[in-house]
């Protein structure tokens, strides 16, 4: 797996944890104290998330970083 599909899985799982919690990008960025964009660029896989932050988003939805970034949807 790539840089590019690393970056493409998370930002997936996130967008996919985020819409089944009914919550959308500005409640999710209040929620975490992410900026809107900042999260919008993750979904996208345009941002190279840090491990810091990524642990902090899957620890939000009681998910691992694996479960961040496995191919199973």
Do not use: C, W
Not at 15 to 38: C, H, M, V
Not at 55 to 68: C, L, P, Q, R, T
């Amino acid at each position: 797996m790539d840089k590019q599909d690393i970056l493409k899985n998370f930002g997936l799982k996130l967008k996919i944890y985020r819409t089944a919690k009914n919550l959308s990008q500005d409640d999710l960025s209040a929620e975490t104290g992410f900026s809107k964009p900042y999260i919008s660029n993750v979904e996208n896989g345009k941002h190279n998330i840090s491990l810091v932050n990524a642990v902090k988003i899957a620890e939000f939805f009681g998910k691992s970083v694996n479960d961040m970034l496995n191919d199973d949807i």
